[in-house]
C-alpha cells in the first residue's frame, strides 16, 4: 500500500469516527436537509448496519450478490421508545473527489430500499408459516400478489438520503447527478435530446466547505463547522488569514483530525483538554515564524563559516602565486647574471630542475 492510499486510510478513518457521533451527524442532517433548523435531534438517531448487501439475481444453484460498505448509516426513530424507522440517513466521507459518486450513491441507496423489501418478505413468510400452524397472525396474510412482490399494495418505503461530505483540500467539480454524467455535449446526444427524459437523474446532497459562505459554517451547530472551516482556509491563500478568527474550541481529537486533513499541527498545552482555534493558529504561526528565524541564524552561521574557508583558500591562493612568481623571478635573474640563459626555458617547464635551481642559488 502506497503512503498516499494509507495516509487516505487514516483520513476515511478519522472522520468515519468524527461523523458518526450522533451530534456531530444530526448536525449534518440539520444543516444539509433542514437548512440548520434543529429538527433531528441525537437522541432519535440510531447506529445502523454500515453494510449493504443484497441478491441481485437468484438462479438455480447460483447467487449473484451485491455488497457495499457506507461510511456511516443512521436510521431516525420517533422516540427511544419507538421502534419504528421513520429515514434512513447515509454518510460519505470524501477525503479525494469521486467522479462516479452519482452512481455510487444510487446503488447505495438502491440496495438500502431493496433491504426493506426483503423485510418485508421474511415478515411475510412468518405471517404464512403462523397460518400454517394454525395460529393467527398480527397483521392478515398477503395475498398470492402481495406475497411474489413482497410487498403489500398499501405498504410505503422508509426515504433513504446520502450526504456527501467533501474533506479534501480541493472545491468539489466533480459530478452531483446521473445526468451530469451523461454526453451531453456530442452531436449524437444532440439528435437524441429526448433519451435525457427518459434517463430518471439521480443526485446526492453535497456539503463542501470550498463553497460554503460564512452564513453557511453558522447554520452549524457543533465543531463540524470548525474542522469544515480549517478545510476550506488552509487550502485556500486569499482565506488562510481568516483562521486565526476562528474562536470556538477545538479538543485534541478535533486538533488531531485537523492536522490530518490540512497539515495544520495545533497543540494544546499539558493539563488542558482544548484551546480556541485562533489562538491554537496564532502559536502555531509563532512558533513556525520562531523555527524559521533560528534555522535562519544556524544557515547564516554555517554559509559565514563556509564563505570564510572560501575567501582564506582563494586568498591564500593568491598569496602563494604572487609568491612564486617573485621566486621563479629571482631564479631567472640569477641565471642571467651568470650567463647561464639557456637554463631559462628549461626553469619555466621542468618543476624538478627548477627546484634544484633554486636550492643551488639559495633562493627560498
Not at 274 to 299: A, C, H, P, T
Amino acid at each position: 500500500m502506497g503512503k498516499n492510499k494509507t495516509d487516505m486510510t487514516k483520513k476515511d478513518h478519522l472522520t468515519r469516527i468524527y461523523i458518526g457521533r450522533n451530534d456531530i451527524f444530526a448536525d449534518v442532517v440539520n444543516y444539509a436537509v433542514y437548512g440548520g433548523e434543529k429538527v433531528i435531534s441525537p437522541d432519535i438517531l440510531e447506529e445502523g448496519d454500515t453494510v449493504a448487501a443484497s441478491y441481485i439475481y437468484k438462479g438455480e444453484g447460483f447467487k449473484l450478490s451485491l455488497e457495499r460498505i457506507r461510511d456511516v448509516r443512521k436510521t431516525v426513530r420517533q422516540g427511544e421508545n419507538d421502534k419504528t424507522c421513520y429515514m434512513v440517513f447515509g454518510a460519505e466521507n470524501q477525503s479525494s473527489l469521486h467522479y462516479a459518486m452519482p452512481v455510487r450513491t444510487m446503488i447505495y441507496d438502491a440496495i438500502e430500499y431493496v433491504r426493506q423489501i426483503e423485510n418485508r418478505k421474511k415478515t411475510f413468510e412468518a405471517i404464512s408459516d403462523a397460518v400454517k400452524n394454525g395460529k393467527v397472525p398480527a397483521d392478515a396474510p398477503p395475498d398470492s400478489e402481495e406475497f411474489l412482490s413482497s410487498w403489500k399494495s398499501d405498504d410505503k418505503l422508509v426515504p433513504v438520503v446520502t450526504i456527501v461530505i467533501n474533506f479534501s483540500d480541493k472545491k468539489w467539480n466533480a459530478p452531483v447527478s446521473i445526468h451530469q454524467m451523461l454526453d451531453s455535449e456530442s452531436d449524437e446526444y444532440q439528435r437524441n435530446r429526448i433519451i435525457k427524459d427518459l434517463v430518471p437523474d439521480y443526485s446526492f446532497i453535497l456539503i463542501d466547505p470550498h463553497q460554503m459562505s460564512e452564513d453557511d459554517f453558522n447554520r452549524m451547530d457543533t465543531n463540524l463547522k470548525t474542522i469544515l472551516r480549517a478545510v476550506a482556509y488552509a487550502s485556500d491563500k486569499s482565506k488562510s488569514n481568516r483562521l486565526t478568527d476562528i474562536n470556538e474550541e477545538i479538543t485534541r481529537s478535533e486538533a488531531g483530525l485537523i492536522k490530518k486533513l490540512t497539515g495544520l499541527n495545533i497543540s494544546i498545552p499539558k493539563g488542558e483538554e482544548v484551546i480556541k482555534m485562533g489562538e491554537g493558529i496564532k502559536k502555531l504561526l509563532d512558533d513556525s515564524r520562531l523555527e524559521g528565524e533560528r534555522k535562519g541564524k544556524l544557515e547564516g552561521k554555517l554559509e559565514g563559516k563556509l564563505e570564510g574557508k572560501l575567501e582564506g583558500k582563494l586568498e591564500g591562493e593568491r598569496e602563494g602565486e604572487a609568491k612564486g612568481e617573485k621566486k621563479l623571478g629571482s631564479l631567472i635573474n640569477s641565471l642571467i647574471n651568470a650567463g647561464r640563459n639557456d637554463e631559462i626555458q628549461m626553469v619555466t617547464s621542468d618543476a624538478e630542475y627548477r627546484q634544484r635551481l633554486y636550492d643551488e642559488f639559495g633562493i627560498k
